[in-house]
């Protein structure tokens, strides 16, 4: 793969311009405690389905606030040290995928906000044997654990199903719009100012390189993200917006994108 070449629009420029999405303005629902007082920050049409679900009588946002914090229950007792895949990092993907799901009414939230949360319950390293095999093990862990807290057994297999395709290494297709929505929201959060950060860190676990000491944009050599963090960018990260699975995240992994190549361009500038 060539890398990317031109200047882009300044590391600045490119991250005020994605700071002003509505992306920015979603409120995670554990800061709502009352759907019948306060919508902020709902998705539209959130309340109407929460309200139909029929196994849950109680008002919308009472179910997505008691559920939120089982979930965030969980993590707490099973998640690892990575600062990479924290708690933050859950919250920004469940944060993506409800502004997503705003263009798709007929996405089922539970399961996507399950699904956001759960995701990397078993998080295997970048480099280990095992890593495409990390997405079914923690489907596999989630519905454990779901199943034992009472979720609704009806979700259950489309929760899994999310959390198995949300995976880059696993390959497995998303087959249901919120298998889609988590794989966009999730791969969202790989870009933009946050995902930049995001690969610096994992490439220094790995022991990479920051860039090749003398061709930073790899002008004049075979692109190596294993060697080089830097090159992580047009290896990976520039394939992205051309595979999200929804229109909306298309738009907003565009504008990331935008970032992370102005912040190639000017790492080289500084670097030689």
């Known amino acids: 793969m060539q890398a990317p070449s031109g200047r882009h629009e300044s590391w600045t420029g490119a991250a005020a311009k994605d700071s002003g999405t509505h992306v920015a303005h979603v409120v ?22 929460y309200t139909a679900l029929p196994r849950f009588p109680k008002a ?17 007792a099973e998640r690892h040290d990575d600062g990479a895949h924290d708690l933050n990092h859950l919250h920004r993907v469940w944060r993506n995928a409800s502004a997503l ?21 078993v998080n295997l390293p970048k480099n280990h044997p095992d890593r495409s095999q990390a997405s079914r093990l923690a489907a596999e862990r989630a519905v454990a654990l779901l199943a034992g807290a009472g979720f609704p057994a009806e979700r259950l297999d489309a929760v899994a199903h999310a959390i198995e395709a949300h ?26 100012a946050v995902g930049i950060a995001r690969l610096f860190y994992i490439a220094g676990q790995m022991r990479s390189a920051l860039a090749h000491p003398d061709d930073a944009l790899a002008a004049h050599r075979p692109l190596d993200d294993r060697a080089y963090a830097l090159d992580h960018i047009a290896v990976k990260l520039a394939r992205l917006p051309a595979a999200m699975q929804t229109e909306a995240g298309r738009r907003l992994a565009a504008r990331r ?16």
């Open 28 to 49: 995670h629902v554990a800061h709502v405690t009352d759907v019948t007082h306060s919508t902020h920050g709902t998705p539209p049409g959130a309340q109407a389905r």
């Open 101 to 121: 799901a705003a263009e798709h009414p007929e996405a089922d939230l539970l399961v996507i906000e399950a699904a956001c949360y759960l995701h990397d319950i």
């Open 257 to 272: 994108l935008e970032q992370a190549l102005a912040f190639r361009d000017a790492f080289a500038e500084e670097w030689q």
């Open 60 to 76: 919308a946002m009472s179910v997505r606030s008691d559920w939120n914090a089982r979930l965030l229950a969980f993590v707490a």
């Open 167 to 192: 995976s880059f290494s696993a390959g497995i297709p998303p087959r249901s719009i919120e298998a889609r929505i988590v794989q966009d929201a999730d791969r969202i959060d790989a870009l933009g």
